[in-house]
């Protein structure tokens, strides 16, 4: 029973899944294997998603999206999580803070970026401010005709290879946070924006993750996203969708993880009968089943409040990243015991769920900042 999806959505599901199928998948193990995937071939493929009017889906219709619902939009992002991060970025989900641009910036920045001409990053996190962006330290100081910038980010996805790095900044030390930061477009290309590293990490392989530091970086005033002192409200206004995505894309990894595992226990035969038939696996399916399907129901009614604009949405959709991305981690790692030794080798894709599923209960706000939230709402 489908709870009253609208039909669209089928639709939708079947076009994101034929387009993984036939452009992502034969790249996904090479992919993870180099920890590398040519821009060029980055860059091709979402030329293949714009041609399905996909790219950039979470974008509103003012800015050049499709204006999808937030559950339209999940029924995208649970598709994406058959796929690998690097890969299933090419569908483009884009910063919600570019709803801030004004009119002249939507033609020269966000124009090419939802024509998948160019890329952006968003760099919010520094070495010395993750969940509490409060202590973020990178200021920017106004000078004539603009501002410079000095300062550290580190873990910034894609930025390597962006044309343009989304700055989070401090304008105004003695403001509180609401009126303290602001956002500024830096071009990948400005002397005063030093790349300093990539990371090594345990998942998302040819998904990169960079540390750079702003050093007297001049930003004209044509490049400030939204007003001066902004940058709160500019992190925050989609905020609970971004948590929404990550929720959905955990849902999609643990039904990949289901699907694999299915025809595996009917076929794979130990002490003279299918894994199906031993009742451990068939309690470790049955537990899969469920908390599958609480988490898609999670989402589905976090996206349903978000959809009405309705105030509970900032809380469900905490509810969904901490048990989705929670659940996505126990279903890889009960689903990788199903599968044995088989399990554990690269020949499958079940050991990259369980390294890349990890990841989600770190970006867009840890388990720990969704249990405090979630905690000050029932206490208040
Ligand atoms: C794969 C990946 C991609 C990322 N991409 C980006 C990106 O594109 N742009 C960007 O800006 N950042 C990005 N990040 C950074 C990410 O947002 C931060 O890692 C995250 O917010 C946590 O911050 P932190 O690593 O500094 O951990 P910390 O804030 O130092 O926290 C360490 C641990 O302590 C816990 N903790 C902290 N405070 C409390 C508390 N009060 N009570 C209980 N527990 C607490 C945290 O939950 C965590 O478990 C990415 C991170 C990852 C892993």
């Not at 890329?119 to 973020?136: C, M, N, R």
């Not at 000078?143 to 304008?171: P, Q, R, Y």
Request: glycine share 8%; proline share 4%; net charge negative.
């Amino acid at each position: 029973m489908d709870l009253g999806q609208p039909e669209e959505h089928a639709l939708l599901k079947a076009t994101v899944r034929g387009f993984i199928r036939t452009h992502l998948r034969p790249l996904e193990a090479t992919v993870d294997r180099d920890d590398d995937v040519d821009p060029q071939v980055l860059q091709s493929l979402r030329a293949e998603a714009m041609k399905l009017g996909l790219y950039g889906y979470n974008m509103p219709v003012e800015l050049g999206g499709p204006g999808l619902s937030i559950a339209a939009q999940c029924v995208i992002d649970e598709e994406v999580g058959h796929t690998s991060m690097p890969l299933g970025e090419t569908l483009g989900h884009l910063p919600g803070s570019i709803r801030f641009s004004n009119d002249e910036q939507r033609q020269w920045f966000v124009r090419p970026l939802m024509e998948a001409k160019t890329t952006v990053a968003y760099a919010l996190t520094e070495p010395s401010a993750g969940s509490d962006l409060s202590a973020i330290r990178t200021h920017a100081v106004r000078v004539d005709g603009g501002w410079k910038l000095n300062g550290d980010k580190h873990f910034i996805s894609n930025m390597e290879h962006a044309d343009h790095v989304i700055v989070l900044a401090v304008t105004d030390r003695e403001a509180p946070l609401k009126g303290k930061l602001s956002t500024f477009i830096v071009e990948r290309r400005n002397p005063g924006l030093v790349f300093t590293r990539r990371f090594r990490k345990l998942g998302w392989h040819g998904y990169h993750l960079a540390a750079f530091s702003l050093d007297d970086c001049f930003v004209p005033d044509s490049h400030v996203l939204g007003q001066p002192g902004q940058g709160f409200q500019a992190m925050m206004a989609t905020i609970n969708n971004d948590r929404l995505f990550v929720a959905a894309r955990c849902v999609g990894i643990a039904q990949a993880l289901l699907d694999l595992a299915i025809p595996h226990v009917k076929q794979r035969i130990t002490f003279g009968k299918p894994l199906a038939e031993h009742q451990a696996i068939q309690f470790a399916l049955a537990d899969t089943d469920v908390e599958l399907d609480a988490a898609r129901l999670l989402v589905r009614k976090a996206a349903a409040l978000g959809d009405a604009s309705h105030p509970e949405f900032r809380i469900a959709a905490s509810r969904a990243k901490l048990y989705a991305s929670e659940m996505g981690g126990r279903v890889a790692d009960r689903v990788l015991q199903i599968f044995g030794g088989d399990g554990f080798m690269t020949d499958l894709p079940v050991e990259r769920f369980y390294r890349d599923v990890r990841g989600f209960r770190i970006g867009e706000g840890t388990s720990e900042m969704q249990r405090i939230q979630i905690a000050r709402s029932i206490l208040a």
